[in-house]
């Protein structure tokens, strides 16, 4: 009877410790370019939220709750960022939140550009979406190894890791939102003349709004589940907080650590929703399209009346 241990077993697992290990030695200069730009950014939010006064850092937080979401998210905002303190882990809180910061930073900075080039060439997206599909269901643990072997371990690395995690669900939804924008309206700023530019910043960006903003939801509460995961390879926060209670055996701290996560995480879920919600983005979203269909019509106009006036002169 053939059994499955009698086929022969491909070294899979040693050719793929074999090419991690040459590409850490010899590409070393590459990783370290990479880490800087993270690594200063990350610097730069987490001195400065750590350095605010309490107060003032609330107060920062719930103006932007209420500018970018409503009165009650504001308050609510608020209310999170007191009880976190009460809680006592407001430093690990602020670290954390540095972390998501700068994730958010460098997914939109690599996201946007992607999902758009995705939207306007088939190739390009038949050649990333298998990757995204990779990266979106390999098991988040599976991560923290290849980013320990090039990177090494520390908050920096961990960081790398959340932006890796948490950047494909921007790049699909803004892939999805640019393809589905009503035809009318593209055929209309092709009608008004519209070159292949304008349309895509002044017709499709602004109509796709409510969908990109549905992905950077997605991708701040990946974020947020990656930074607890991070903690493994010695990145600070709110994780670590979580980890060194479960290494001590420390129930409570364990849990206050998992309570302040759940909070900041709704926090961060209640405004980025609040951003995307369809009734108010696609409100927006058709104005802006409105508006720049106006322009187009009359920065065109312009034009076309002085070529008439200028032949007439001729």
Request: net charge neutral.
């Amino acid at each position: 009877m053939l059994n499955a241990d009698d086929l022969a077993v491909f070294p899979v697992d040693v050719w793929i410790s074999d090419a991690v290990q040459w590409v850490a030695l010899n590409l070393r200069p590459l990783f370290l370019a990479i880490k800087w730009p993270i690594e200063s950014l990350l610097t730069l939010i987490d001195g400065a939220m750590h350095d605010a006064p309490f107060p003032l850092v609330v107060i920062l937080f719930t103006a932007l709750a209420y500018m970018l979401a409503s009165r009650k998210i504001a308050i609510f905002t608020a209310i999170v960022l007191v009880l976190v303190a009460a809680m006592g882990v407001w430093d690990p809180a602020m670290t954390t939140l540095s972390l998501i910061t700068t994730a958010i930073f460098f997914c939109a900075l690599i996201g946007l550009p992607v999902g758009i080039w995705c939207a306007r060439s088939d190739r390009a997206w038949s050649i990333v979406r298998p990757i995204l599909d990779i990266m979106q269901t390999t098991p988040t643990f599976v991560y923290l190894v290849p980013v320990v072997m090039l990177f090494g371990v520390g908050t920096v690395p961990g960081q790398v890791a959340v932006v890796v995690a948490a950047v494909p669900p921007l790049i699909r939804f803004t892939n999805l939102g640019i393809r589905m924008v009503d035809r009318e309206i593209v055929e209309a700023g092709i009608a008004f003349g519209a070159s292949s530019r304008q349309l895509l910043w002044e017709i499709q960006i602004p109509m796709a709004i409510p969908t990109i903003l549905g992905g950077l939801n997605q991708t701040v509460l990946t974020a947020m589940v990656m930074s607890v995961v991070v903690a493994m390879i010695g990145a600070e926060g709110l994780g670590l907080v979580v980890l060194q209670g479960i290494g001590r055996l420390d129930v409570g701290r364990a849990v206050i650590g998992g309570i302040a996560i759940v909070l900041l995480a709704m926090m961060l879920d209640r405004i980025t929703q609040k951003m995307a919600e369809p009734k108010r983005a696609t409100a927006r979203s058709r104005w802006l399209a409105a508006l720049n269909l106006d322009r187009l019509l009359s920065r065109n106009g312009n034009s076309e009346t002085v070529a008439s006036q200028s032949g007439t002169n001729a």
